[in-house]
């Protein structure tokens, strides 16, 4: 019976070594949302992200605009002991920023805002997440 328990146990540890399951928060190639002043992480990687700022001007459903607006954020990635300011954007050409950050190990891509606005359901954007995926840079 005793063997049984160790064999069950170390079967249990075996399965909860997943390098891409999260502590608290991501799953690394997998797209989640995050939230102003919110900090998730992959644990087993040792990366957290931490939103600091979301801006959403796109042209809201509804209305007449006369460009499409985009979305920008600014936040830190940390992965082990270093720290790496980002600042992310749907329009590099107006905004100056990127879509994507990328290290020597990890890449961080801006996906989209949600909800989208919608001029008959205002929202502050700052209640908005954005939707980021963290994935591992291809060699």
């Known amino acids: ?42 644990c087993p990687k040792n990366i957290a992200i931490t939103l600091l700022d979301i801006q959403d001007s796109r042209c809201p459903t509804g209305a007449d605009c006369i460009w499409e607006g985009m979305i920008v954020l600014e936040g830190t990635l940390r992965i082990a002991d270093k720290n790496y300011p980002i600042q992310l954007s749907t329009n590099e050409r107006i905004s100056g920023f990127p879509e994507e950050f990328s290290t020597s190990e990890y890449t961080v891509k801006l996906i989209d805002s949600v909800p989208y606005p919608d001029l008959n359901n205002p929202s502050n954007s700052e209640d908005k997440p954005a939707v980021l995926v963290i994935s591992k840079r291809s060699t």
Do not use: H, K
């Open 1 to 42: 019976m005793r063997n049984l328990s160790i064999l069950l146990f170390a079967v249990l540890l075996l399965f909860s070594c997943d390098e891409n399951t999260d502590c608290n928060g991501f799953n690394l190639g997998q797209e989640f949302e995050i939230e102003v002043n919110e900090t998730l992480e992959n």
